[in-house]
């Protein structure tokens, strides 16, 4: 279902540093996973995507792992910047008999705050 | 490649009026839409699907009187909020996947409208 987030977990982290953002999620049907980073008055920005069939992928700074036992993504980004402070979101979807139109479900987000 | 442009950026209007956001895929033609709500502080909601040529499909507890959507073309969707009250005041996005067996494409987000409601 729609997921609704009242008070968003935070992570402060110093320039330089490597962060993780983890996610966890509901659905074992969910086949597809997606990081997006969203900037103040801004939409989401599509950053590193994973398919079920995989436990890990990576990209320019940034690696997703998948761990579909336990129902938990997590987003590592290498050597934070402070371009990098954003709210992150993961977002979850399937093709349950491919009636779903890719119909996303989002988490409900990690502020990410870099300091200098 | 992949973007995705909302006009109006940002709206002010008056309570009971009508307003009118328009969703562009610029470089590639999106068979699929859809409308989020996205209240401060929160995740994004889904409120509607919009495929091209077809009724939308609206999520539980959306109005979809109060919000119409159409999807005239492969590369434009619009979002209407009607007789708008205070509490539609909110941040609008919508996305576009260019996937024709309802499979994993991709969303690729527009840059939100922000609607102010007086």
């Known amino acids: 279902g729609e997921s609704v987030g009242l008070h968003l977990p935070t992570l402060s982290v110093q320039e330089g540093d490597n962060s993780i953002i983890n996610c966890a999620y509901s659905n074992s049907a969910s086949d597809y996973f997606i990081w997006y980073k969203q900037e103040s008055g801004k939409g989401p920005q599509f950053i590193i995507d994973i398919r079920s069939n995989m436990d890990k992928r990576q990209g320019q700074r940034v690696t997703v792992l998948l761990n579909k036992t336990v129902k938990h993504l997590s987003l590592q980004i290498a050597a934070t910047q402070p371009g990098d402070s954003a709210v992150y979101f993961c977002?979850?979807?399937?093709?349950?008999?491919?009636?779903?139109?890719?119909?996303?479900?989002f988490g409900q987000g990690t502020i990410l705050t870099v300091h200098p | 490649g992949a973007v995705v442009s909302q006009h109006p950026s940002w709206v002010i209007c008056k309570s009971g009026t009508s307003v009118k956001i328009e969703c562009r895929s610029l470089?590639?033609?999106?068979?699929?839409m859809f409308w989020y709500r996205q209240f401060p502080k929160q995740s994004l909601m889904l409120m509607a699907t919009s495929n091209e040529g077809s009724k939308a499909t609206y999520e539980q507890g959306v109005e979809k009187d109060k919000f119409l959507i159409n999807h005239a073309s492969l590369t434009l969707s619009t979002l209407t909020v009607t007789s708008a009250h205070p509490e539609d005041s909110s941040f609008y996005i919508c996305?576009?996947?260019?996937?024709?067996?309802?499979?994993?494409?991709?969303?690729?987000f527009g840059p939100g409208t922000r609607l102010l409601v007086l």
């Open positions: 470089d590639f033609q999106a068979t699929t």
């Open positions: 996305s576009a996947s260019a996937d024709t067996s309802g499979g994993l494409e991709t969303q690729y």
């Open positions: 977002a979850e979807t399937n093709n349950a008999g491919g009636t779903s139109y890719g119909k996303l479900t």
